[in-house]
């Protein structure tokens, strides 16, 4: 047993406390580890100067190719959009960077009425009764809508689409194996006709593959079975179409890492998550609320928060223990900045770009657009060379798009496998033509190699 510079306990120590327990060797407390990976060689070179470190780590950061980089039409959750210079400038003062969780309402009341803005803005934008301050992501939120659910009913089946971006599936159906809850997954055009005997139907407006979504029929056949409907929206998309609340739906949930926050390489993010007033009290997270002191003066409080998790296990209403805060802070001051107006504006920019573009797409022989109905800033693009090879030929050429659509559906429906291209305010006209010109190209020689 080495010596350890960072701990009290000396060799004579730790054979007292190994003595004392009957164990002969640290070995044996850990045999759960393959013997192989528990001293690994990692093969760290000698020790390096600062400044020594600083070039290793400027020559490993210059492999990356970043977003920006090059054509870009990654998208979906997660979205490269303009961020205003101010956005960052004030979520990341000192008050709001360094500040805890505010527990104590008396010394939060910066961070307090921060959240308690974001909430308002949210829920105008979702025209929802009641937003919480916050998930820790898409993913997450659509999984807690979910249980909520499930307590509210009493049944044990959610229903949900396989349009639904697959990430947040995949963590439904973990949050799902503890409780044995039912998880069954079908097209979106098969929701409505799913509806008995389910918690909840949960559709994505606009879907994965941005197409748009009758969420109205499916929020009515929900309710008439006795279920709830939970709506994973965008953030960007119900500044053009209707909101969750006038569609019906009695949970919203989403992504709100467009509203002004970095893509960081996926995280961390900010879960959105609103409901109808009525069923606030099975609500995980927590709720900044204003209200009056015994002077008259305005204040600002935690008026719900399901601290109990830490006591209540799995019979708590949420097991989440934190809210993002600082994301859902920085997605108040985007909001802000942006207005209505401006939130319109980018939605609308990134709409146009993607039918133009899909229509230069369509023109291509060899290439159709395969979304199921109307498109949203999104679209599915088919070609002869399948998917994955597109994909791949594209990057190449310093094109990047989505993933597969087959991916997308974790393989279950046949014939779908596609690429999936997103829009946004940010996409050029110089990035729609080295797209369109790199899959002519591409659809020109795969029809010659055919052809041979």
């Given at each position: 047993m080495g010596r350890n510079p960072y701990s009290p306990h000396t060799d004579e120590d730790r054979r007292e406390m190994l003595a004392t327990i009957g164990t002969r060797n640290i070995d044996e407390l850990i045999t759960a580890i393959p013997a192989d990976a528990r001293r690994p060689r990692i093969g760290i070179g000698p020790g390096l100067s600062e400044l020594e470190v600083q070039r290793h780590l400027e020559g490993l950061a210059a492999l990356n190719v970043r977003a920006g980089d090059t054509a870009f039409f990654i998208g979906g959750p997660i979205q490269r959009r303009y961020i205003p210079a101010a956005v960052p400038v004030l979520?990341?003062?000192?008050?709001?960077?360094?500040?805890?969780?505010p527990y104590q309402p008396e010394v939060s009341q910066g961070t307090l009425q921060a959240v308690f803005e974001y909430?308002?803005?949210?829920a105008e934008l979702l025209a929802m009764d009641v937003v919480n301050s916050s998930m820790y992501d898409g993913g997450s939120a659509v999984a807690e809508a979910a249980f909520m659910a499930v307590r509210l009913t009493g049944r044990k089946k959610v229903v949900v689409a396989t349009e639904v971006d697959f990430t947040y599936r995949?963590?439904?159906?973990?949050?799902?194996?503890?409780?044995?809850i039912e998880i069954v997954e079908v097209p979106s055009a098969q929701l409505a006709a799913s509806a008995a005997?389910?918690?909840?139907l949960i559709a994505q407006h606009p879907d994965?593959?941005?197409t748009l979504v009758d969420v109205r029929a499916i929020a009515d056949a929900a309710h008439a079975a006795g279920g709830l409907c939970v709506q994973v929206t965008e953030p960007h998309a119900c500044a053009l179409l209707e909101p969750p609340g006038a569609l019906g739906a009695d949970i919203a949930v989403g992504e709100g890492q467009p509203l002004g926050i970095t893509m960081s390489y996926g995280g961390p993010h900010l879960g959105i998550f609103a409901c109808r007033e009525a069923l606030v009290r099975q609500m995980p997270g927590r709720i900044a609320g204003q209200t009056l002191d015994a002077n008259g003066t305005r204040g600002f409080v935690n008026?719900?928060?399901t601290r109990e998790q830490h006591i209540r296990r799995e019979k708590a209403t949420s097991n989440i223990c934190t809210n993002e805060a600082l994301a859902g802070i920085t997605a108040a001051v985007y909001m802000s900045l942006l207005g209505p107006a401006g939130l319109r504006a980018a939605a609308r920019s990134g709409v146009a770009r993607a039918h133009a573009l899909a229509a230069r797409l369509a023109a291509i022989p060899g290439c159709a657009i395969a979304n199921d109905g109307p498109f949203f800033d999104r679209f599915t693009l088919r070609t002869r060379l399948g998917g994955w090879a597109l994909r791949s030929a594209l990057l190449d050429r310093r094109v990047q798009v989505e993933a597969t659509a087959a991916h997308y559906l974790d393989g279950k429906r046949a014939g779908r496998d596609d690429v999936i291209i997103q829009c946004t305010e940010l996409t050029s006209d110089g990035d729609a033509d080295a797209l369109v010109?790199?899959?002519s190209?591409?659809?020109r020689t795969g029809a010659a190699a055919m052809a041979s």
């Open positions: 979520a990341l003062r000192g008050e709001f960077l360094t500040a805890y969780t909430q308002s803005l949210m995949r963590t439904l159906r973990t949050y799902a194996r503890g409780p044995e005997g389910a918690a909840c994965a593959f941005g008026t719900l928060q010109d790199a899959v190209a591409l659809m």
